[in-house]
Structures are given as C-alpha cells and as structure tokens.
C-alpha cells in the first residue's frame, strides 16, 4: 500500500514543526522534523571541534556518524550514534552550524535515505528545507510556509522565552535571516518553494487556522 506523504517546508520560525506535529496528530501520521537530523550531525560536528568551512573534515567525520530516529510517546528522539541527542540539539548554536554543514553534499545525502524510508514505511508529515523539491518529490500535498522575518523572531523569541533562555529579538531576527540566506542560496536541494506547492503566508493566521487549511488540503485531495 502507498503511503500519504504531506511534505511542509520553509524557512526557520516558520511554525513548521508547530503545525506538522498537529497535523501529524490529527491525522493519525507520524511526525518527522528532519531539521532534527541535521542538527544532530552538527552536534557531532562541535563536539569533534570540526569548523563549519572545513569540508574535508566534515567530510571524513560523516564516516563516523550514525543518525537514526525512534518515537517515545509519539514524539520523535534522535539518536547520534545510539545516544539520544534531543535535550541538545535545540540552541542557537546547532542551528547555526546544522545550516552552515547542510550545505555538503555529503552531510545531506547520508539523511535523505533515512528520510525517503521513513516516508516509504508509514503516512508521514515531514518538515525541513528541501522535503517537497528533493527528498519527496512525490508527496501527496506540498506546503510552502513562511512569514515575515520579524515576525518570526517574534516567535522564537518567545519560545526562548517560556524556557527561561535569555535573548535578544534583534540578534534572532539577524540569525534567521543569515540562515535564510544560506538555506536558499546552496547549490545541493536549497530551501525553495516546489511548483506544485501551496504557499502559506502564517503571520496573520492562528495556529488552529493554518492546522484547518492543511487538513482541507488533504481532505480534498482524498476526494479525488
Ligand atoms: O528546521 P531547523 O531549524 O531545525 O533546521 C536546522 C537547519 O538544518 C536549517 O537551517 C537548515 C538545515 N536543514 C536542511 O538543510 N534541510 C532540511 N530538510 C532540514 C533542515
């Protein structure tokens, strides 16, 4: 049997994962955050004190990284090497390099395999940069969802917020539109928006609004 696939891309503060994991659960899909991969590979990476420019090392160090991904009470965990990574991959500072080492090819193609698999086994919503245009060309519904750079600094700040992080909006609007840029502007599988895609513009909308749009999307694709 074909699996559904609800591929949802977009630059970073987008509420991708906000609104893929509802989806997800409201439909009964599993839920995969593949910025979650590459953050793990770049946990790696600073942990091995290996620099965002130096290819040849990021290179030989893919060798030595196993990335695979187990679901504990429905929320996926990823695992670096068997070790469970998710309590650290969520600061600044593995954004900022899981976007500066997404850019090698190689770094990209050892999680696009385990990616397509995962789509392969199960109906699955999953969320990143190049979901639509490359890891699944073929997905049932496409989103392209973005918002105003301010207004998603508004968010992750936030977000840092309710943790009890400290921040700055300024500097989190700079670091969203450095990655934006990098994101886009890579030669292998970069964040744009696929033709058949339906572009979502969430900085007037409320969560629950963009959950709904998504959910007819799919309802009416199952009609016909
Ligand atoms: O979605 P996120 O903030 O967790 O992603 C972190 C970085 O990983 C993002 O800036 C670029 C990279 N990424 C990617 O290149 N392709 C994906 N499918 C997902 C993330």
Do not use: W
């Not at 009964?28 to 770049?42: K, L």
């Not at 997905?139 to 840092?160: P, V």
């Not at 599988?189 to 572009?199: N, S």
């Amino acid at each position: 049997m074909k699996h559904i696939s609800i591929a949802i891309d977009g630059p970073a503060g987008a509420g991708k994962s906000t609104i893929a994991k509802k989806v997800a659960k409201d439909l009964g899909f599993i839920y995969v955050d593949t910025g979650a991969m590459y953050r793990a590979m770049a946990l790696y990476f600073i942990q091995n004190a290996i620099k965002a420019d130096e290819a040849a090392r990021i290179e030989a160090a893919c060798d030595h990284i196993n990335v695979s991904i187990q679901y504990i009470d429905q929320v996926q965990q990823v695992l670096l090497n068997g070790e469970n990574v998710n309590h650290l991959i969520r600061t600044d500072e593995v954004g900022q390099m899981a976007s500066a080492s997404s850019v090698n090819p190689k770094v990209r193609l050892k999680l696009v395999e385990l990616q397509r698999q995962l789509a392969l086994d199960q109906d699955v919503v999953m969320d990143g940069r190049d979901i639509g245009t490359y890891v699944l060309p073929s997905a049932d519904i496409k989103i392209y969802m973005t918002a105003g750079s301010r207004e998603r600094a508004h968010r992750r700040y936030k977000e840092f917020l309710e943790k009890g992080m400290e921040c700055n909006l300024d500097q989190i609007e700079k670091d969203i539109l450095v990655r934006d840029e990098r994101d886009m502007n890579r030669d292998f599988a970069p964040l744009k928006q696929a033709e058949d895609a339906v572009y979502l513009d969430t900085s007037n909308m409320t969560i629950e609004e963009v959950v709904t749009k998504i959910i007819e999307l799919y309802n009416k694709k199952k009609e016909n």
